[in-house]
């Protein structure tokens, strides 16, 4: 049996499906269509990307996505997406978390990290910070505004004290490919809910996400930025509705 650098050498054929947040072309998943507005998606294939390994994206109707009869049993009940396929052994696998650790193992050859070793910034940005401050209005929403720039500022002296282009060092690792979508989904999606800009002041947070946006990887991954725009504003109606 071949190696997994071999396989990565030579192969011309996907190695996996993974199925993402998408419009399908027809039914209720397909392998044409246009990539959606989630962020676990873009984090797994950008980390998929990076590392070179062959796939074919799955676009999922995610609105509708429990109609799948067999989505239970291949998520182990979770029916969230991503998950993925692996082509050779039939096996499937599901979230994002798992699923980049899964890939740092089997493809250790261009090593990214994982996500309970690398840098741990960031966590409590995005959903709990953006999502309070995206959902909160009146009086309540200065404090959750000042809430979320303090944790853009975590950001900020972290980069600052490392001295670095990414939060990896010299070169991307698990932290940015995770953060970087979520970084883009606040900044597109609080500006058309809320009007809600980051101010210049973060140089080496702006700064970082260009960087990243101007990988290869990136536009592979990245979908249009009105998925986002409706996405967020849909979030924060069922929210408030809730």
Known sequence: ????????????EPLYEIYVKGAPAEGLVNE????????????????????NIPYKTMFVDEMNMKEIPWLSDVTEGACQIPFM???????WYHDSDFLVSYL??????????????????GKELFPTAFIEYLTTDGEGQKGKEERLLAEFQKLEDYLAQNQADYFGGSDVCSTDLALSPRVKHILVGGKAV?????????KLVHAWLERIQSRPSWPKCCPDEKWMEDGWH???KMEMDS
């Open 1 to 12: 049996m071949r190696s997994s650098r071999s396989v990565l050498a030579v192969a011309a």
């Open 32 to 51: 044409k269509g246009e990539l959606g507005d989630c962020p676990f998606s873009q984090r797994t294939m950008m980390h998929m990307q990076e590392k």
């Open 85 to 91: 396929k692996e082509l050779e052994t039939g096996k």
């Open 104 to 121: 740092e193992d089997k493809f250790p050859e261009r090593k990214i990290g994982k996500p309970d070793t690398d840098p741990q910034v």
């Open 194 to 202: 809320k009007g809600f800009e980051l101010p210049a002041s973060f």
């Open 234 to 236: 849909m979030k924060r």
